[in-house]
């Protein structure tokens, strides 16, 4: 028992000592780990979520990581989404203070036309290709 | 001294590397040259001092030799005998002479063992293969040496990071690394094919079993990589569109379409150049791949042994042999002669779309996860993830699905749709009936509808080519097909499922509530303090049930590594046929209750059970394909018995 | 068969364009952060309560009042903030005024904190959920941008101020009209 409280101590003294690693103490957002009460908001919520990129990780999105900034981030989308915004204000809202990088869905613009040209580029010559070998027959 | 005899061996290997090269191109370039005898023993005692040199490396970490510097950096005496060795190849030293040894090997395997293919394109390939072997020994000896000393030995190694002591992260990449380096062996065959102009259906046959071994391990390699994702990074996500999940998917979708097209030419002489195009590009697929990873120069959760000095060879490499292979193909093309030709309406036909299709996709996981390096290049910063590559891979992946659904039916050369109008009927209306089912009952996203319909199309007729057939004689390779389409189903119906019906529930629970979520009970128990060696723990005590069935245990556990500092959520994850509940501890809230995050997950695990029926029918057609060849070639042998015998005779 | 040659040119050609884009990613310098897109931009508004006993609170209104000011954005627990902290000491001598935003802090840390490192501020807000931060396209602790005399941003500094970097702050801040 004496252990199992030593233990306990061990892990209740974890947070204390995470100023050093540069963690806040602070409980997460009210909405960070929390669900809107509303199904149907917090599905859009998610879908959005799941669209946004974490700006303190590696390449994961917001509904994907315990990083507080990501929970605040969480926390904006589902008050903003409980107040009735669109997903697609809060994107942009977001991408007008971070750019593109924040969004995992790109939108045509002067920098990302290729990325939406090219893939029809790919449907002209995979159509040409296979419509070229059934007339090649004929 | 076991060090120093690996290194010795190692720069054994590589003047042999040499000689094989020298030997094979002036053999394949002149009939009968003195030096084309030495090719085949080269690359056989090349494999045996690569092997040797790694027998080194395996043992100077398995007795934790101290004094070799790559030991001291990556063990501990300490470490558990499983990961010692696993830790002989998880560092860039160990990983690079695991690369050489295996391409080493398979050279000596090619080399004692093919016989089908003229010797002047086996000679090339060799040759092939000594040039894609010498630049790793460059690599090696020059800038990685992984049996450098260190002087004094330090009392103790450094390497007891508990995150890399997964059974998982010792297999998932080696198993992706084995699957790499096996394409160099179709890159030289198509290599030496094309430079003696030699692209015939045999160049196929004999290539195949080398893909099919690569693409068995790729495959395994991603699916056992998708699901250590999913149960250690505790957000119930399994596919990411990553950089480094990419660098992976690239090869593994250049190596389908080459098994796809090697079968079209081993069986009908067609699409010899496209063939050997493949050929070049999986291979080149891996070296980006590894590039990718080992440069870091694309953000990605799972970066580790980044190096940008690495990365320069590996680049350099890459431009030698990939541009080299490139404009050798561009200036030889048009001497390689066109191959039969076919009707729409047929097998080829099918595996034509295919081909087009795997082409496309690749090209679009390209282009997306190197896109925002291109920006980066102009100073702008952007993200392509899910959003981006979801939709615009479906358009090319589902009109394949389709075809996958005729294509199996079909005979070679021609065929006519009425002969196989029935079956394929049945399945498209079944799927058909599925999606129709679904679009009324439920109000789930276009993508997954038309996954679920689809899995079903193919999961029907993946097994229809059995039909009328005798099942015993019927030739395992074919058994392969049938059970690697049905993977495929299996796997898409898991990720549609997953991706239409999963339920989520974050909750912060006192102990003693039960929540719901989806047909599950959760209730909390206690949350009790564990201990591992190198961590602690608060671990949730909590019972679920099934639809008001038996109560069971789930502890999931938020973990504290002391060294390095780290959290992890260890998740607990009860499994049924039909799906998975996922639950995954948080942090306390302020007013003493305990976040948890639950997932009903229904048919998620069929993606793995899917993604291993794939390997399966590979492991199945590979052991088909050698059966018979074994048996061709012993019948072959007793035929020219036979015939010398009567000679003797006569 | 021209075709096909042509169509294997093609590819050689992206392929080197891949090798030359390769080649020049990996001889630049990694770029980690991520730069505010609101640089040039009013300053949003916003009314944070007071982070510290011993300051006031701060709002949008404070930063618009004709003198150009630094916006620094710190935490209690993070070690590069207190690291930087000469450095904002340094440049209140110079007359600077500094405005605080402490992100997902406590009033008793962040007190602690300013007694052991110096209190530069004029102002300091509190930000419990970033929701500020956010709104000013920041995306970590320490961040120091310029606004100018009428609440614009003009300049963001990421990460902590070295003491090298004093002198190109105190210049950035004299283009922003002081």
């Not at chain 1, 799941?50 to 590696?58: I, N, S, V």
């Not at chain 2, 198509?190 to 495959?219: E, Q, S």
């Not at chain 2, 090697?262 to 291979?283: C, K, P």
């Not at chain 2, 020219?640 to 015998?645: Q, V």
Request: net charge neutral.
């Amino acid at each position: 028992m004496k252990r199992l409280i030593a233990l306990l101590a061990l892990v209740l003294a974890l947070p204390l000592a995470a100023p050093v690693l540069g963690q806040d103490t602070m409980p997460p957002a009210p909405y960070a780990y929390q669900q809107l009460e509303d199904p149907a908001l917090e599905a859009k919520a998610q879908e959005l979520m799941f669209t946004l990129r974490c700006l303190k990780c590696q390449s994961q999105s917001i509904a994907d990581s315990d990083a507080p900034m990501a929970g605040d981030m969480r926390h904006q989308v589902r008050t903003r989404i409980a107040a009735g915004e669109d997903p697609e204000a809060i994107r942009a809202w977001l991408v007008s203070r971070y750019g593109d990088y924040v969004s995992y869905k790109p939108h045509l613009s002067s920098s990302t036309w290729p990325l939406f040209a090219i893939p029809v580029i790919v449907v002209l010559v995979a159509g040409f290709a296979i419509v070229r070998r059934m007339r090649a027959r004929k | 001294m076991i060090p120093e005899i690996g290194l010795a061996a190692l720069w054994l290997s590589a003047a042999l590397a040499a000689l094989q090269l020298i030997g094979g191109l002036l053999g394949a370039g002149e009939k009968s040259h003195p030096l084309a005898a030495l090719v085949r023993p080269a690359a056989l005692l090349q494999a045996g001092l690569c092997g040797l040199a790694f027998l080194c490396l395996l043992y100077s970490f398995i007795v934790t030799d101290l004094s070799v510097l790559l030991v001291a950096n990556n063990s501990h005496s300490m470490k558990p005998m499983v990961f010692k060795i696993a830790g002989a190849w998880s560092n860039h030293e160990g990983s690079m002479l695991m690369w050489v040894t295996i391409m080493a090997v398979a050279g000596g395997a090619i080399a004692l063992i093919e016989r089908r293919l003229p010797e002047r394109t086996m000679l090339a390939t060799l040759g092939a293969q000594a040039f894609v072997g010498l630049g790793f020994y460059a690599f090696l000896l020059i800038s990685s040496n992984p049996f450098e000393r260190l002087n004094p030995a330090p009392p103790e190694g450094s390497g007891l990071n508990p995150l890399l002591q997964d059974v998982a992260a010792a297999y998932h990449p080696t198993t992706l690394y084995v699957g790499y380096v096996g394409l160099s062996v179709a890159f030289s065959f198509a290599v030496g094919a094309l430079l003696t102009r030699n692209v015939t259906p045999d160049f196929a046959r004999v290539m195949r079993p080398w893909v099919l071994g690569a693409w068995i391990f790729l495959t395994i390699g991603i699916t056992a990589g998708s699901y250590w994702a999913y149960y250690e990074l505790g957000w119930g996500g399994w596919w990411f569109w990553d950089p480094v999940e990419n660098a992976s998917l690239m090869p593994w979708l250049a190596a389908t379409a080459l098994l796809h097209s090697a079968s079209v030419l081993a069986a009908r002489d067609a699409l010899r150049t496209w063939t050997i195009m493949l050929g070049v590009v999986a291979f080149s697929m891996s070296m980006v791949g590894t590039f990718l990873v080992r440069s870091g120069i694309l953000t990605s959760v799972h970066a580790f042994a980044v190096d940008p000095e690495r990365g320069s060879f590996i680049l350099a490499l890459l431009a030698i042999n990939i541009g080299g292979a490139l404009a050798l193909f561009a200036t030889r093309a048009g001497t390689v002669a066109e191959g039969e030709r076919f009707s729409p309406m047929s097998r080829e036909g099918a595996l034509v779309v295919n081909n087009v299709m795997l082409s496309a996709i690749l090209g679009i996981v390209l282009l997306g996860t190197l896109y925002p390096l291109l920006t980066e290049a102009f100073g702008v910063k952007v993200s392509v993830g899910p959003p981006y590559f979801d939709p615009v891979s479906a358009i090319f992946f589902f009109p394949m699905m389709a075809v996958l659904v005729i294509g199996p039916l079909l005979r070679w050369r021609k065929d006519s749709f009425a002969r196989v109008k029935w079956p394929v009927l049945i399945a498209a209306a079944l799927g058909l009936a599925v999606l129709i089912g679904t679009a009324v009952l439920t109000d789930i996203a276009v993508l997954a509808l038309l996954g679920l319909g689809l899995s079903i199309a193919v999961a029907v007729s993946s097994f229809m080519p059995l039909r009328g057939r005798s099942l015993r004689r019927l030739p395992l390779a074919v058994w392969g097909m049938c059970i690697g389409h049905f993977g495929l189903a299996v796997a898409l119906f898991g990720m549609s499922a997953d991706s239409a019906f999963q339920q989520e529930r974050l909750i912060a629970s006192d102990i003693g509530d039960v929540v719901d979520i989806g047909p599950w009970q959760v209730r909390l128990d206690a949350v009790k303090p564990a201990a591992g060696p190198n961590w602690v723990a608060m671990e949730a005590e909590m019972q679920v049930a099934y639809e008001g069935g038996k109560w069971r245990d789930a502890r999931p556990q938020d973990r504290h590594f002391w060294a390095p500092p780290q959290e992890t959520s260890e998740v607990a994850l009860i499994t049924r046929w039909n799906g998975q509940l996922y639950v995954a501890m948080g942090n306390q809230v302020q007013d003493g209750r305990w976040q948890l995050r639950l997932w009903w997950k229904p048919f998620v695990t069929w993606i793995w059970y899917g993604g291993l029926l794939i390997a399966l029918g590979g492991v199945l057609a590979l052991v088909g394909r050698v059966v018979s060849d074994l048996r061709r070639r012993s019948a072959a042998g007793k035929l020219a018995e036979r015939r010398e015998e009567q000679e003797a005779r006569a | 068969m021209r075709k096909v040659r042509i169509g294997l040119w093609v590819l050689v050609g992206i392929a080197t364009f891949l090798f030359g884009l390769f080649a020049y990613q990996l001889s630049q310098p990694k770029e980690e952060f991520v730069k505010s897109a609101m640089v040039g931009q009013e300053i949003p508004a916003f009314d944070l309560p007071a982070a510290s006993g011993s300051r006031p609170a701060l709002s949008s209104a404070d930063l618009a009042d004709g003198k150009p000011k630094l916006l620094n954005i710190f935490a209690s627990w993070c070690v590069p903030c207190a690291a930087e902290a000469p450095q904002l000491a340094e440049l209140e001598r110079a007359g600077v005024p500094i405005v605080g935003v402490a992100i997902r802090d406590r009033e008793e840390d962040v007190d602690r904190f300013l007694a052991t490192y110096g209190n530069p501020f004029t102002r300091i807000g509190r930000d419990d959920i970033s929701e500020v931060q956010l709104s000013l396209g920041s995306s970590g602790v320490p961040e120091t941008f310029v606004i100018d005399g009428k609440g614009r941003i003009t300049y963001q500094h990421i990460g902590d101020i070295r003491p090298e970097q004093v002198s190109m702050i105190l210049e950035e801040l004299r283009k922003a009209g002081a």
